[in-house]
């Protein structure tokens, strides 16, 4: 897959950026991150991600497309 992901984080804040590259979208992406059972905000859409207590979160990204996610909640 052309799936690219990128995570910083500090002790305060902490952004995820997913990028799809590939021409086919990306449905249901499944990636492992470093923070557990907090709620992410897509700073381009607003639309509400949620990564579980293993830290599993699940995304879907459209042809050419991405997402950055901040973390909202813990």
Same mark, same amino acid.
């Given at each position: 897959?052309?799936i690219?992901? @990128?995570?910083?984080f /500090?002790? %305060?804040?902490?952004?995820?950026?997913?990028? /799809? /590259?590939?021409?086919?979208?990306?449905?249901k992406?499944?990636? @492992?991150? $470093?923070?557990?059972?907090? %709620?992410? #905000?897509?700073?381009? %859409?607003?639309?509400? @991600?949620? #990564?579980? +207590? $293993?830290?599993? +979160?699940?995304?879907?990204?459209?042809?050419? /497309?991405? +997402?950055?996610?901040?973390?909202?909640?813990?």
């Amino acid at each position: 897959r052309d799936i690219i992901a @990128y995570e910083r984080f /500090n002790e %305060t804040d902490y952004i995820l950026v997913v990028i /799809n /590259n590939s021409e086919k979208a990306a449905e249901k992406i499944k990636l @492992y991150i $470093n923070e557990k059972s907090i %709620t992410m #905000a897509d700073l381009i %859409t607003g639309k509400e @991600y949620s #990564a579980g +207590v $293993n830290g599993e +979160v699940e995304i879907s990204i459209s042809k050419k /497309n991405g +997402v950055i996610l901040k973390r909202i909640s813990q």
